[in-house]
């Protein structure tokens, strides 16, 4: 963990998770402070090989840090218990899970995984991981629940004092207390699959990795990853969508018109499947309401009725941000976008459960964990 004394306030050192960190980001949370944790996660420079590599130099600044006292080791509790206070609907709501060192197992079993990954991002991420040694920020699952063993924990540990609190550029308070003793989660959770709600390439990476290190020298610390466990029987998980923005092909037609960005969001509706569209011909910007058939999620039922023949491969981006979308549209750099309702975590559960997964960048659980907040080195203490 860091120690403020020696770093300084925890707001300036922690960042998002890597993949929501903007170019522009970047530079604002390098500029808060020489130790904020993103000159780690996304170290600038080419990805070359060697000593003069980027992952070189990020896993050289880590032990930097280390040494010099910016990063402490603490005597380790089994558990943390992990809160975030965010803002929706003009009140505040708060969202609370367990963070611990999870056992890695293959996806498919306990671990299910709901969106297709990307062999390049897990490569970064791997690249890093190896040069690091280190898990930066926990992935993010929820369980079915309700687990009451949990909810007590949880209840028991908010009356500690607090080790961290961080608020972060969206309003969102992070706070963490840690969890003494040997509490017997791991009984209490035996029975509940996790869903992987964020962090599909981090997991997978740590299973290549573990995969690595087991060959070479079996068991060990790598065997396992860095984990953030949500009840989602008793805490209210927000899982917002990522609207699709289409860069090249064929605009969609058909919809019923309505008059603006904030009537299509309005209108969005997962159960029902309705989504807006934007399209832009000569200088007329139109907004459209469409239904499609079948279940929820709407975003898989979108791909596989209309996305997956007309915009296939790199034809969309994608963004959490639906003015972003509607921007893309408005300055030409976008045929059209599609902007999606969020959806819950049981309908992605189902659709995982039937077999299927959902398409890349198809949901956006927020708020998320802060990297930063506690690392987990995955080594072998040095012999002495």
């Not at 010099?68 to 609907?89: C, F, I, K, N, Q």
């Amino acid at each position: 963990m860091y120690d403020p004394s020696v770093a300084g306030p925890l707001d300036q050192l922690t960042a998002p998770p890597y993949d929501v960190i903007s170019e522009s980001d970047q530079e604002g949370l390098r500029a808060l402070s020489p130790y904020n944790i993103v000159r780690v996660d996304l170290m600038e420079g080419r990805n070359d090989g060697g000593s003069a590599g980027r992952y070189s130099r990020a896993a050289s600044l880590l032990a930097d840090w280390r040494t010099s006292g910016v990063l402490t080791t603490t005597p380790a509790p089994h558990y943390y218990g992990y809160e975030l206070r965010y803002p929706s609907d003009g009140t505040h709501r708060r969202l609370r899970g367990l963070v611990g060192a999870m056992e890695l197992e293959p996806w498919g079993g306990t671990v299910l995984p709901h969106e297709h990954t990307m062999s390049g991002p897990i490569e970064d991420r791997l690249r890093l991981l190896r040069a690091t040694k280190t898990h930066l920020s926990p992935i993010y699952g929820t369980i079915t629940g309700p687990c009451d063993r949990l909810d007590d924990l949880l209840d028991r540990t908010a009356d500690a004092p607090l080790i961290a609190n961080v608020r972060d550029e969206e309003g969102v308070e992070h706070r963490m207390w840690a969890i003494p003793g040997e509490e017997d989660v791991t009984s209490w959770l035996a029975d509940e699959p996790l869903l992987i709600a964020d962090g599909h390439h981090r997991y997978a990476t740590a299973l290549a990795y573990r995969d690595e290190r087991r060959a070479a020298e079996g068991p060990g610390p790598w065997d396992r990853i860095l984990a953030l466990v949500v009840d989602a029987g008793t805490e209210e998980v927000p899982v917002l969508p990522y609207h699709r923005i289409q860069v090249r092909g064929v605009p969609p037609t058909g919809g019923q018109p309505v008059e603006d960005l904030a009537q299509v969001l309005a209108s969005a509706d997962d159960l029902h499947l309705r989504y807006g569209t934007v399209t832009k011909v000569k200088d007329t910007v139109t907004y459209r309401i469409h239904h499609l058939r079948g279940e929820p999620p709407t975003v898989l039922a979108l791909h596989e009725q209309l996305l997956d023949r007309i915009a296939p491969g790199d034809a969309l981006r994608f963004t959490h941000v639906a003015a972003e979308a509607d921007a893309a549209v408005r300055d030409g750099s976008a045929t059209a976008a599609y902007l999606l309702p969020g959806t819950t975590p049981d309908r992605v559960r189902r659709v995982v459960q039937r077999g299927d997964r959902l398409p890349r960048k198809s949901t956006f659980f927020w708020p998320k964990p802060r990297t930063g907040m506690i690392l987990m080195p995955i080594d072998k203490p040095a012999e002495r």
